[in-house]
């Protein structure tokens, strides 16, 4: 029999909340985390908004003799891997060389050390060669982000970073899910970090017409997904993590359980390097697959946590992709996007749309999109506008779609 993967930890830093607790009060009630960016003065940029969280302190989590020579993703993700241990009852100071050995680490990233190295190349090029960090070149690498948090907590098993774009998180956590079902470990710290908010990645999108221009002076009405007036995303950062395990071993320690990761799927439309095809096939059969590994039907389904960039392609695309995976179910299941309220956190998105689905099932509440004023007539299903909705959740679907023509799909099972 095919072991049963189960969800027993959360930990949060999010622009609408720092700490699952806050998370869960602002996504109910769909308090926007959308702000003027404050890092660096954004006046002269076609962008001055993100879901960018300035209250985080770094200092909490990384030596501050120590920062100069980190991205800031990996406070980011030590911060909310603190929480997800604890909440799952796990003392890694008090473990064993063997039950160190039986943890891995996979976290998802899209930007990752990307505002690490962009820093290191101003400070070198404006001749402050002196302030380079010595660990430039390794601590600028995706790969890094993984060492420094299994380094922080002992644990010896896989360490891995998964960068597919978008889809990068909720790839860490099929890949785990696949990992812990071969009985390679029994236990996982998995999810997603970004913090990609700096002048040259907003240059970079602004070249592609992804971000949004048009709410500089009212970042809280700035991401909209499937409205008719979306004109592009807004970035943002922060880290979603979870511990996942085996479930009889979850059940052995007494754990508690938030929920089973009961199927993944991942496909490729080998299409385009940033567009979506608008046949919406791929995306759709990536939902399948994940159905499929469930045991699940359409008619089984009670919430989708939709990506929802708020571009006009992607909305479009999605929801034509939604319609081909699910039939006419589809349009009767409440959906909502997270991205509405906290903007696109990139390869970390697949990891927030998770915690929120998390606590939709725990809480019987869906979470609205907000800044739904004017639905798009071709984006039709149900968003779930505010005030949100409350409704009973056993099985919900988490999707995502990313460059590269990448789209992946979790489905959750709540337990009783």
Known sequence: MIPRVVITGLGVVSPNGIGKEAFCRSLLVGKSGVKRISRFDPTDLPVHIAGEIPEFDESGWVDPRERKHVSRVVPLAIAASTEALNDAGLDPAAMSLEEQRQIGVILGSGGGAQEFSEEQYRLWHSGHVKQVSLFCIPSGTMGTISSEVSMRFGFRGYSHVVTTS??????????????????????????????????????????????????????????????????????????????????????????????????????????????????????????????????????????????????????????????????????????????????????????????????????????????????????????????????RIEHAICNCVGFGSKNSALVLRKIA
């Open 166 to 391: 978008c889809t990068s998180s909720t790839d860490a956590i099929g890949y785990a899910l696949q990992h812990i079902q071969a009985e390679m470990l029994p236990m996982f710290l998995v999810g997603g970090v970004d913090s990609a908010i700096t002048p040259g990645i907003i240059k970079g999108y602004s070249l592609l017409r992804a971000l949004t221009t048009s709410w500089n002076d009212a970042p809280e009405r700035a991401s909209r997904p499937f409205s008719a007036d979306r004109d592009g995303f807004v970035l943002a950062e922060g880290s979603w993590m979870f511990v996942v395990e085996e479930y009889e071993h979850a059940v052995a320690r007494g754990a508690r359980i938030y929920g089973e990761i009961a199927g993944y799927g991942c496909t490729c439309e080998a299409f385009h390097r940033v567009r979506l095809s608008e046949s919406a096939e791929e995306p759709a059969r990536a939902i399948t697959l994940a159905l499929q590994e469930a045991g699940l039907t359409p008619e089984d389904i009670q919430y989708v946590n939709l990506h929802g960039t708020s571009t006009e392609l992607n909305d479009r695309v999605e929801t034509r992709a939604l319609k081909l995976a699910l039939g006419e179910r589809a349009r009767s299941i409440p959906m909502s996007g997270l991205k509405s309220q906290i903007g696109h956190a990139q390869g970390a998105c697949g990891a927030a749309g998770i915690a929120a689905t998390l606590v939709a099932m725990e809480h019987g509440r869906i979470p609205p999109t907000i800044n739904l004023e004017v639905p798009d007539p071709e984006c039709d299903l149900d968003y779930v506008p505010e005030p949100g909705r409350t409704a």
